[in-house]
């Protein structure tokens, strides 16, 4: 039998247990902020004894990187079910998945309301920009394709560049100049397609090989963020 305020033994209701604690921590967290979010008012939103909150994570920042490693994981899911076919609509449809996400929006901007003492921390959303192993072969395969330019390189910083600047633009913006999330997304696209395509058509061969490899490249994406999530919820090797 097993002893009360322990984790379920059952995997599934170990996973939900811990994905609404989870639920809790975001909507808290973006109602008071990170600093005034305690474990006892997690507990009772989550409806867990506080000492079963420690039984999945040690301490409230480990909980906390929980909540945005799955929050990356649902952005990074949303963005490859939309199945975009070329560098430009890749990110910029990350752009609009972003922008639809506070939490991530929040650490983005380093927006101190939300994250409190955090905002003294790296920044880790970009981390999904951090992919060198999977992006340096995906945009290989670009250039052979004809799909961008091999010049002037650097291509995961000019990317950044681009992405980055048009989200954190945005928030500096008084409301009534704000583009919407979409606009975003669309001048995002346009903008690396005009910075870094060769401008030249591509054969259908090459432009079917194009949108493969973007996926590819989606799909070690998506697997990267969920092995770091499994990891917070405690399943590798579950």
Known sequence: MARAGRPPQDPARRIERAHRILDAVAELVLRWGYDKTTIDDIAQRAGVAKGTIYLHWKTRDELF????????VRMMAEVRDRAPATLSELFGEFSR???????????????SQVLGKLTRQKRSSTSWLQTGAAFEPYVAELVK???????PGDHLVTVGSIVYGFLLMRTSLPDHARPSDDRVAELVTDTI???MSTGRPMS?????????ATLEFLDAAVEVARRKLDASLGLQGA
């Open 193 to 195: 397609e005009r910075t």
């Open 97 to 111: 998945a972003l922008l639809r996400r506070p939490l991530l929006q929040a650490v983005l901007t380093g927006d």
């Open 204 to 212: 259908a061969g090459d432009a079917e090989a194009v949108a493969r």
């Open 65 to 72: 990187a929980a909540l945005l490693r799955r929050e990356r």
């Open 145 to 151: 394709r004809g799909a961008i330019r091999e010049d």
